[in-house]
């Protein structure tokens, strides 16, 4: 901090040392300014906003519908991605909907929303419990902070697939080496044909 300087001080001040005069806060009084590279400065503060971008994601809400009679299949998919959309920190809505007589037995619809529930605690948690609201049982879920949160299964998998991968390149790229070192049976027998070919 080099206190309080008239404009060309600082100007000069800051073309000594092969840097920038920028303002930081022009309503303060004096202003406030830096001494700092303007390129450097620019990309910190681009990047500075890229990093609180990266978190606003909560705000984003994706919606996961059930019904009462879901195949358990069909749970696991909707399951995988309710939990892909908490580990990109977004919002789920659940909505479980009931039609014609389904509404008699609205207790099998919460069992399915406890169960679903108690799948998802590693990555997120519901704001308030399970409601009915006219036909339908709503729920919104909300991720757990980065560091509590459970990683994402998906995740391991494509780290697996990409490990199988590798391996295979590996053994591919080794049987290929050994085949180019060795010659073919056939393949001597072929340039022999040729010579007794040339030789006639």
Do not use: W
Not at 98 to 127: C, N, S, W
């Amino acid at each position: 901090m080099l206190g309080i300087l008239s404009l060309p001080d600082a100007l000069t001040q800051a073309r000594n040392n092969g840097v920038d005069l920028v303002e930081i806060a022009a309503t303060a009084v004096p202003p406030v300014c830096r001494l700092v590279d303007f390129g450097k400065f620019r990309y910190e503060q681009a990047k500075k906003d890229k990093e609180s971008k990266k978190h606003q994601h909560a705000n984003k809400v994706k919606e996961v519908q059930l019904s009462p009679k879901i195949d358990p299949h069909d749970l696991g998919v909707k399951l995988s991605h309710a939990i892909d959309f908490l580990c990109e920190d977004m919002k789920v809505k659940v909505v479980l909907k009931f039609r014609g007589r389904e509404m008699a037995h609205t207790e099998i619809g919460f069992q399915l929303i406890e169960k679903l529930l108690k799948e998802v605690t590693p990555y997120g948690h519901p704001d308030a419990p399970p409601k009915l609201l006219g036909r339908a049982i709503n729920v919104m879920l909300s991720p757990l902070p980065r560091n509590k949160r459970a990683k994402n299964p998906r995740e391991k998998e494509r780290e697996r697939e990409r490990q199988l991968e590798e391996a295979e390149e590996r053994e591919s790229g080794k049987h290929s080496a050994n085949g180019a070192s060795h010659p073919m049976p056939g393949d001597e027998q072929s340039s022999e044909n040729l010579g007794d070919s040339a030789a006639a």
